[in-house]
């Protein structure tokens, strides 16, 4: 699938979207020094809303200040430009890319002689891992290919490089007939998905994996706890054996583009009866209630444009 749009923001200017070009010698292109985000606008009844983009934003700030990577403008300047990314491109719904990168300077390791650039692009992108996938489930592998150690690159900057790893995850699993692949950590114990994070039910209690698993701290996953809590459903953060995902009531993952979406199948085990469970649904119907406005946002999440 191509997806595009007619403009994209860069550096401060809306430029066609065919036009929005860099250097073939940008440093990013050849280390990986991009810092990335992801945002959701949804089409409600009520209008176009944004969900979490101050959040989302300042995470990218994040991203940045632990690469070294000033940032030339504002995060309210990012965030009016978003608004106004999507009413240039006729958005009703889309997904958003907000990213920083180092472009053409020096081609050396050191980055700090190539300058930093800013961009926004947006676009309308239907469900990640499909429409019947939220109702249906997928099928997921524990993948061969692990997170990396603390000690080596930072899990919580969500950057370019750091995605290397995760294409590695995603094209296993797809080359072997799954939809997903989760990885281990460092010390083989479960961290996340390509791109989304891990939770897990059992008696009731919802689990996922702690910060120090090598995972990127989600922002959906965040809005999970929310949730549960609102719900009056236990959840806790806590270390994953691999043999857990098996003999769990219900597996889901997370993620600004994955929302909240079920596994039934993990390397071949059917998870419980192989449906959607019970508190996943649960979880499910209150996210989507509260991002099209049809219960109360209590938690000042939306933002309508």
């Known amino acids: 699938m191509t997806f595009k749009a007619d403009y ?5 200017n809306f430029v066609k979207w065919e036009d929005a070009k860099v250097h073939v010698l940008s440093h990013a292109l050849h280390y990986g ?7 959701r606008c949804y089409d409600t009844q009520k209008g176009s809303v944004l969900f979490r983009l101050d959040e989302h934003i300042g995470r990218l700030f994040d ?14 300047q990012l965030c009016e430009a978003s608004i106004e990314l999507l009413r240039k491109n006729n958005l009703k719904a889309a997904y958003i890319r907000p990213f920083v990168f ?53 899990s919580m900057a969500k950057v370019a490089a750091n995605y290397m790893n995760s294409q590695l995850i995603k094209i296993e699993a797809l080359k ?14 479960i961290s996340e998905g390509s ?11 919802i689990y996922t994996p702690p910060t120090n698993s090598a995972i990127l701290p989600g922002i959906t996953r965040h809005s999970i706890f929310t949730i549960a809590r609102d719900l009056d459903i236990r959840i806790e953060k806590h270390i994953l054996p ?23 199948r993990i390397d071949n085990i059917v998870i419980s009866n192989g449906k959607r469970g019970e508190i996943t ?12 406005g049809m219960i109360e946002d209590k938690h000042s999440w939306l933002l309508y444009i």
């Open 281 to 292: 649904k649960k979880i499910q119907d209150h996210f989507f209630a509260v991002i099209n």
């Open 195 to 205: 791109g989304e994070n891990v939770f897990m039910v059992k008696n009731g209690v």
């Open 8 to 12: 994209i923001w860069l550096d401060g």
């Open 242 to 264: 691999r043999e857990s995902l098996y003999i769990a009531d219900e597996v889901f993952l997370t993620g600004t583009a994955a929302e909240v979406t079920p596994v039934t």
């Open 102 to 154: 180092r472009g053409y300077g020096s081609l050396g390791i050191t980055p700090f002689q190539c300058p930093v650039h800013v961009c926004l692009a947006a676009w309308d992108w239907g469900k990640y891992l499909g429409e019947k996938a939220l109702e249906d489930g997928i099928s997921v592998c524990i993948s061969s290919w692990h997170r990396n150690a603390p000690n080596t690159t930072p």
């Open 63 to 76: 991203s940045c200040k632990i690469y070294y990577m000033d940032v030339p403008f504002t995060k309210e």
């Open 33 to 39: 020094t991009c810092a990335f985000d992801s945002v």
């Open 176 to 189: 072997n007939g799954y939809d997903e692949g989760i990885a281990l950590d460092y010390f083989g114990y």
